[in-house]
């Protein structure tokens, strides 16, 4: 339902005095785009800086570029950052998934319990789940590392493992923040599902397992789609976890450019930040581009048409 | 095809089942919510090693002592708060654009307001950074003979990073809580001899309520707990909780006063978050809003 | 200590009940003195045109040990044979304090890729060794730090065989003795990498007439350069600059006087640019006119930027000597120990120097050094502006008083 009248998508129907006021909104719209697009414009147009730092234009030239592909760390901790990413998004996604169904069917209990949880884990801001898992692996270590010194001394298998904070600390904190939000999503479609279909197909003689993979997988996809694009978000852009949780050789991205901001930064990582920012439009564009092609040949995703996915049209 | 022993059967494989499903989701929960969380208490009632860190005790004092830092909590309650308001008074306005524009161009619309977020949290923070320091608008306001104004590390400095930054946290709610208003609602009231403002307010508003709601808390929570932006374009001047919280244990090394502060920064959020629904409810919304 | 501690003290070395060189090292006015003896060649301790053709240091007081009669001392680095270094090292330091060079080099010889982290306080540095579980490997700490590294077990006790370019008789004692605990044994934690002091940088383009004390310093951010001015974030340079412009010590820890230095320093801090031991990006970008410096940073600043001048404070400050250890438990031990036998070959010494700026301890790197760099007013400045800083004090790195304090500073 827009804000039209009873009839189709039109577009409002406006009315003389509110000409005035359409204008004002649109005034008002297109100086918040510019305030939300300039800093961008800045950040890509330093990228091309032939100058030495960031603050003053000094002709163009794609040097940085170069530079930023060049530059072992740099590059390093974008593919760690990636790598996170792609793993935090798969484990969260995977698991919140299977916990939202599995909450359906138990005891209301246990459902109080996890929503509690979940609420939690939204909640508490990321410095305090950074410092306190922290704390908590450190411990941890503490007590697995003589113990496998123990057992490998006992067992002759030469140098026992060590473990550290590392790549793997961050993934599992960031699945824990974007788990919770993937239940959330799920649940909520869940919630709002049309159960006459998984009825229908249990009519129909299909085994849970079938019904699952063909009627109530699809219906979700739209929010677990959704879910996993956010938990790659967060983790890739996380700063503050991933600050306390990983280990001294492996920064992520958003950890070496505030390490760098602190020293006095160079135009490497706008160059950084503007190649990141062109992928990321290619790869919605193109995405946009293939949910348009599906959708004219008839809907895919079977999610019914026209009900927003999310609150809001945007995957 | 329903005997009483194939029934239990079925029942106690649901059980499995489920407990296997949920079984990963608890794992994280408990070792990397819960157990931390009790770390943090157990380091709340204990006692600063003489070097720093913890050294076991059971004392409230932390506690007790909280009051003394209250200026931080306050200082973080009222930015929060401040922040959440500003983002509200530019995103209502704009989430109200974006509900009025026909379908393909506010689908293009709303990416467009997303499309930023797709550079680093950091950069973005940083290209403010150079707005606002000395060689960017103090140096065209200079040069256009407005005097010298300092932006940078200022409180106005950190509203601005905060807005930029949480404003598509903001747009969103509001955007699907307009979205669905029904003009004749509107039509209905003008025709009752409502005045603009008068629809406005007594139409648009509440039936937005739950939009504005969602949005600022969605808003105002993780600004509670926000560090980076207070850091950066603050210049060690603006403090908030967050910013307390990493003094306390990276450089004071106070754990047991840092561990209790974050108790307490929890608390808060809590019971702002209960605010929220307290007066949800109040305002009788029937729908279950999702957190998101 | 305070005031009163320091005249007891006095009084005692004046009728005798204690001996001179106990009241020096005491008071730490000793090593003052003795780093400009040893290290300001104006004064004649070491030899200021000795570059040519690599003569060694004229002798100094003790005799040369057996390991450096095997090593020539000016000859280059090799690495030891047959150890394997693995690829990474992580070396914990400050800001602006190697030479990319140097690593590179390092690099070059050994395979080894050096990771430089950075942090701005020892205070910084404590916490995280105190979580534990930090990977690090090479630490960069003050010579107030070593009495909790040492206790706490969290830099292991030299192997001086695997560091033979070492050899403590090119050191000064006085100035190598904080890295021995406990106090006058021979576990030795680290040696030098150089020593300095703290003062104060100003933009003269802006400033005219730069303060000359530390009183003047936190008076005139009040007044004409509001706005524009930068302190540590780091409570013993903060608080203790704050001391000094009261009149009190660098290393008081009495309750009124830090509760005087609070006012100051709460009252000051609206008018600061940033609290930030990283401040060179914003005088260099001409956001900041005056700053809290460390020396080897007024150098680089002053190099770079003539107009930027380095004050050490006349009513008093901080003198420093900042060393090389190996954290314990290091991951990359065998890479660590041959960073630290890099280092202390005077010719890597001398050439990391004249990017950095510090001051070197090691009468050999210093004989190395090009009279440009020896005669550079900033890093070797005459004894007579040294008389009156103070090197920190090993009780202040724990002191719960003063870390309270400085977050109550930051948070209001």
């Known amino acids: ?292 092609r599906q959708a004219r040949q008839g809907g895919a995703f079977g999610a019914s048409e026209g009900a927003p996915i999310l609150e809001g049209d945007v995957a | ?196 403002i008068g629809t406005f307010r007594q139409v648009t508003l509440p039936l937005s309520a739950v939009g504005l709601l969602s949005g600022a808390i969605l808003v105002f929570i993780p600004l509670m707990g926000e560090y980076v932006i207070p850091a950066l374009l603050g210049g060690g001047k603006v403090f908030f909780v967050g910013n307390a919280l990493v003094d306390l244990f990276l450089q004071s090394r106070n754990w047991p006063f840092g561990s209790a502060a974050s108790i307490g920064l929890i608390v808060v959020i809590l019971l702002a978050v209960s605010l929220y629904l307290w007066l949800g409810s109040r305002g009788r919304v029937e729908r279950e809003v999702s957190l998101l | 200590m305070d005031r009163n501690e320091f005249w007891d003290l006095y009084h005692d070395w004046q009728h005798g009940r204690i001996t001179r060189r106990h009241f020096m090292q005491v008071t730490g006015l000793g090593v003052a003195a003795a780093v400009v003896a040893a290290c300001a060649p104006s004064v004649g301790g070491s030899p200021s045109a000795a570059r040519t053709a690599g003569q060694t240091a004229e002798p100094s007081a003790a005799a040369p040990s057996a390991s450096s009669a095997t090593v020539d001392v000016n000859a280059d680095w090799t ?53 534990g579980n930090t990977g690090w490997d090479v630490l960069v700490p003050t010579n107030y730090t070593f009495e909790t590294y040492g206790s706490k077990g969290i830099l292991e006790p030299l192997d001086l065989t695997k560091i033979p370019r070492f050899d403590a008789a090119r050191y000064d004692t006085r100035l190598l003795s904080p890295a021995f605990y406990p106090a006058g044994s021979t576990t030795q934690y680290g040696f030098n990498k150089d020593w300095g002091t703290t003062g104060f940088t100003v933009n003269t383009k802006n400033v005219a007439t730069p303060p000359t004390t530390w009183k003047e310093f936190f008076q005139r951010i009040q007044e004409d350069v509001t706005g524009k001015a930068m302190i540590h974030d780091y409570q013993l340079t903060s608080i203790g600059s704050a001391l000094v412009a009261l009149g009190y010590s660098f290393n008081s820890v009495a309750e009124a006087e830090l509760a005087e230095a609070e006012k100051l320093l709460t009252a000051v801090k609206p008018h600061l640019l940033a609290i930030t031991s990283d401040y060179q990006p914003n005088m260099r970008s001409g956001d900041a006119w005056m700053t809290m410096t460390w020396t080897n940073d007024g150098v680089q600043l002053h190099r770079d930027i003539p107009e930027i001048e380095y004050v050490i404070a006349k009513d008093g400050g901080e003198i420093w000597s900042d060393f090389f250890g190996v954290v314990a438990d290091a991951p990359h031990r065998e890479a660590a120990y041959a960073f630290l036998d890099f280092m202390a070959t005077p010719m890597v010494a001398a050439e990391d120097a004249l990017f950095h700026g510090a001051p070197l301890i090691d009468e050999a790197a210093i004989a190395l050094l090009p009279p440009a760099a020896t005669g550079n007013k900033i890093s070797y400045p005459d004894a007579a502006s040294l008389t009156k800083l103070e090197f920190g004090t090993a009780e202040l790195l724990t002191s719960q008083a003063r870390a309270d304090l400085w977050a109550r500073v930051k948070s209001s």
Request: aromatic letters at 12%; hydrophobic letters at 55%.
């Open chain 2, 1 to 196: 095809m329903t005997d009483r022993g194939a029934a239990a059967g079925e029942r106690r494989r649901s059980r499995t089942v489920n407990a296997a499903l949920l079984l990963p989701a608890s794992a994280w929960f408990f070792f990397l919510l819960i157990v931390p969380l009790i770390i943090l208490l157990v380091f709340s009632v204990g006692a600063r090693a003489p070097e720093g860190g913890y050294t076991p005790a059971l004392q409230l004092d932390n506690y007790l002592e909280l009051p003394t830092r209250a200026a931080a909590f306050i200082n973080t309650l009222w930015m929060a708060t401040a922040g959440t308001i500003l983002c509200l008074l530019v995103g209502y306005p704009l989430a109200y654009y974006l509900a009025t524009r026909a379908g393909t161009k506010r689908t293009l619309l709303l990416i467009l307001v997303v499309v930023p977020f797709w550079t680093s949290f950091l950069i973005r923070t940083y290209a403010w950074m150079s707005i606002l320091g000395n060689n960017g608008i103090p140096a065209i306001v200079e040069a256009l003979g407005f005097g010298h104004v300092t932006l940078i590390n200022t409180p106005a400095a950190v509203m601005i990073g905060i807005v930029y930054n949480y404003l598509p946290l903001m747009v969103f709610p509001l955007y699907v809580s307009l979205e669905r208003l029904d003009k004749r609602l509107l039509e209905a009231s003008k025709d009752l001899g409502a005045g603009r």
């Open chain 3, 79 to 131: 690495p030891p044979e047959g150890v394997d270094f693995g690829d990474t090292l992580v070396v914990t330091t400050w800001p602006n304090y190697h030479d990319q060079k140097t690593l590179d080099r390092f690099k070059e010889l050994t395979g080894v890729t050096t990771q430089l982290n950075i942090k701005g306080s020892n205070e910084e540095m404590l916490a995280e060794l105190l979580i």
């Open chain 1, 1 to 292: 339902m827009t804000l039209g009248t009873g009839r189709p998508d039109r577009g409002p129907a406006v009315d003389r005095a509110g000409r005035w006021v359409d204008g004002a909104f649109r005034l008002e719209a297109v100086l918040i785009y510019l305030f939300l697009y300039v800093p961008i414009l800045l950040v890509v147009i330093f990228s091309f800086n032939a100058g030495e730092r960031t603050g003053e234009l000094r002709g163009l030239s794609m040097r940085w570029y170069e530079y930023a592909i060049g530059d072992a760390f740099a590059m390093g901790a974008l593919r760690n950052s990636i790598g996170v990413a792609l793993w935090t998004s798969l484990l969260a996604t995977t698991f919140g998934t299977l916990a939202a169904l599995a909450l359906q069917r138990v005891p209301r209990v246990v459902r109080a319990v996890f929503d509690v949880l979940i609420y939690i884990a939204i909640i508490i801001p990321g410095i305090v789940i950074g410092i306190s898992t922290l704390i908590f692996f450190v411990n941890l270590f503490g007590f697995v590392n003589p113990w496998l010194a123990y057992v490998w001394s006992v067992g002759g298998l030469g140098e026992p493992p060590v473990v550290q904070k590392g790549l793997h600390t961050v993934i599992a904190a960031h699945v824990l923040f974007t788990m919770a939000i993937v239940m959330v999503l799920v649940r909520a479609r869940l919630s709002g599902m049309d159960r006459s279909l998984t009825e229908a197909s249990f009519d129909l003689f299909a085994t849970p397992l079938r019904t699952f993979f063909q009627v109530t997988l699809p219906q979700l996809a739209p929010a677990i789609i959704a879910g996993a694009l956010l938990a790659f978000t967060f983790s890739f852009d996380d700063f503050i976890i991933a600050n306390f949780t990983a280990g001294p050789g492996q920064p992520t991205l958003p950890m070496y450019i505030f390490n760098s901001i602190r020293r006095g930064i160079t135009p490497e990582v706008n160059a950084i930040a503007a190649m990141v920012l062109m992928v990321t439009v290619t790869s919605l564009v193109i995405v946009a581009l293939i949910y348009r």
